[in-house]
């Protein structure tokens, strides 16, 4: 990079976001208007704001964001984003609501290979990969798409694959108070394999076992071999 490159790029950096161009959901580039901060929480000034920060983001790499393939790229990405970190507004019991049901049964019940895909907190880029699930009933079950729906709502956060695992499996711990629960997680990172390292074929597995399935060999071992069948 030349010295008029450099300093050019560093001037970017330098711009206070006031003095960068910002957009209103609807608005395209070729007439932009400047919006003035708002405490609406709306889902319509949020995507706005989100818009304006891409739109920046944009014009900080040095791009042109008024061409026409990136129009309407600050709003779309804004929109984007807020679909990959929906879980942020959901809960627990809204997902479980109605799903639950008293059964005599105390036998494993095992749902495997749930699509998983979420944001690594740490570079914001995706991991995705697959959840297996098992519990032992207490008098009680959950509707089997109630576990599918609980892996998407801690997924759509930002996240690390960590505290993703456990987190699923305390949600199930009090949704439904089971005598065990156990989760597997196996996925791909990005931050590995688009940067950083560039292990393409790297990947990382991490489980979380509560009640019989940690303090139980037996247990654990069966639920680790049915999945893994």
């Known amino acids: 990079m030349n010295s ?8 970017r950096l330098s711009m206070k976001p006031d003095s960068l161009p910002q957009i209103s959901e609807g608005d395209n580039l070729k007439n932009q208007s400047i919006t003035t901060p708002c405490k609406d929480n709306s889902e319509e000034t949020i995507s706005s704001n989100i818009a304006n920060s891409y739109l920046n983001i944009l014009t900080l790499i040095g791009e042109n964001p008024s061409r026409q393939g990136l129009e309407k790229t600050p709003m779309r990405a804004a929109q984007a984003l ?12 809204e997902i479980v609501e109605g799903a639950i049901f008293c059964e005599d049964v ?3 019940v095992i749902v495997k290979d749930i699509e998983m895909f979420s944001l690594c907190e740490h570079h914001m880029v995706p991991f995705f990969g697959k959840v297996s699930i098992g519990y032992l009933p207490n008098k009680k079950v959950i ?8 892996v998407e709502m801690y997924s759509r956060r930002l996240q690390i694959q960590e505290r993703l695992t456990v987190e699923i499996a305390n949600a199930i711990m ?6 065990g629960v156990g989760v597997v997680i196996d996925a791909t990172h ?3 394999v688009m940067r950083g390292v560039e292990k393409l074929n790297s990947k990382t597995i991490t489980s979380a076992m509560l009640g019989e399935f940690r303090n139980d060999p037996k247990t654990r071992q069966e639920f ?6």
């Not at 009090?174 to 005598?179: L, S, V, Y």
């Open 224 to 229: 680790l071999s049915l999945i893994k069948n």
């Open 190 to 192: 990005m931050c590995m």
């Open 82 to 93: 807020l679909h990959f970190t929906k879980g942020y507004q959901e809960n627990i019991s």
């Open 106 to 108: 105390d036998d494993m």
């Open 174 to 179: 009090e949704a439904i108070e089971p005598r």
């Open 143 to 150: 509707g089997l798409s109630k576990l599918a729906r609980l």
């Open 4 to 11: 008029f490159k450099l300093v050019d790029k560093l001037s």
